[in-house]
């Protein structure tokens, strides 16, 4: 089964038919399962059987979407949860302990910010980071007492790309656990085990759903350590809906095609915008442009959906560009059909310092546009008509 290849293994991953052999996937709306007697139901609960008890512990839908991601990234076992951001916090808050440090990329999602800077220090939690462009830094910022290395790549909202090879190197030597974000690029644009990673994220809100419709959240990697946050969530209660497991793992059946044509509508979107005057810089991975080009070609398959372009004229053209635009979307999620754009400046980073923001490659004038499905040249024409207005 292992020899199969992506497209296949998240379309004929598939847990047990019923008695009615349903074709596709049956959706299993149970809060909990039967026992067949006592003796059944002590031995379950001992864990002597592998059997679905309550679908806060497992459900056959959340199974099948979790064997699903373990295919695709080499995973030995992974869970399922309610968000992305349930998956990062159950991750760190089921194997660290308190006084254990990370060493984390300057570069991650907001969210995940402010569970280091405002929430882990309250266990007594403390995070050193490092600059995307320093990661020769890195080891200069590991204590007696550093227990996890964390980063993603590519980077939200700047596209910055970190070597996981070297990150997989780092952490083999200081005995660290490496968790990788790996949300930007999916399991088939870059699996980051395969470099050295212990435990890979993914907020299946994004591309993984693809559709704007779920929020979800996975966490694959080493047994071991899946263990732990099995634990941890069995117990504390984040687990993914079966209903939106059931969509997560149809949308995987189509998660090979779907991307392919993001990537390809992005880079054509980003080249675009490189000869564009109105533009300063632009940034995709796959643009030869990229400061990390070769580390990009490195470690991902295509480019990802994401670009990032920095508009001449600072906040004001920022604000001026996402007011002209007509077809695309101005909302805070990425990784959907629909094409999104959004100005970090003055929204979703807007309340971070100057300094801070400049640190994580946020310019005044930084636009990301999730490139979605529409017809490219529909996207690059809604693109043109609002750069137009930006003086
Ligand atoms: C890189 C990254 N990680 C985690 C998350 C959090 O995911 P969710 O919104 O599903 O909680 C996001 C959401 O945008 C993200 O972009």
Known sequence: MNSQHIETQAIRTQIERSSFLEHSNPLYLTSSFIFEDVEDMRASFAEEKQRNIYSRFTNPNTSEFVSKICKLESAEDGYAFATGMSAVFSTFAALLNSGDHIVSSRSIFGSTNSLFTKFLPKWNIETSYFKVNEIDKIESLIQPNTKVLYAESPTNPAVDIIDLEILGKIAKKHNLILIIDNCFATPYLQQPIKFGADLVIHSATKLIDGQGRVLGGVTVGRADLVREIYLFARNTGPALSPFNAWILSKSLETLVVRVDRHCENALKVAEFLENHPKVNTVKYPFLKSHPQYEIAKKQMKL?????????????????????????????????????????????????????????????????????????????????????????
Not at 341 to 365: F, N, Q, Y
């Open 303 to 391: 480019g990802g959906n994401v670009v990032a372009f920095e508009v001449k004229g600072g906040v004001d053209a920022g604000r001026t560009f996402l007011n002209s635009i007509k077809m695309c979307s101005l909302s805070a999620n990425l990784g959907d059909t629909r094409s999104i754009v959004t100005h970090p400046a003055s929204t979703t980073h807007s309340k971070l310092s100057v300094e801070d923001r400049l640190e994580t490659g946020i310019t005044d004038g930084l636009i990301r546009v999730s490139v979605g499905l529409e017809n490219v040249n529909d996207i690059i024409q809604d693109i043109t008509q609002a750069l137009e207005n930006v003086d």
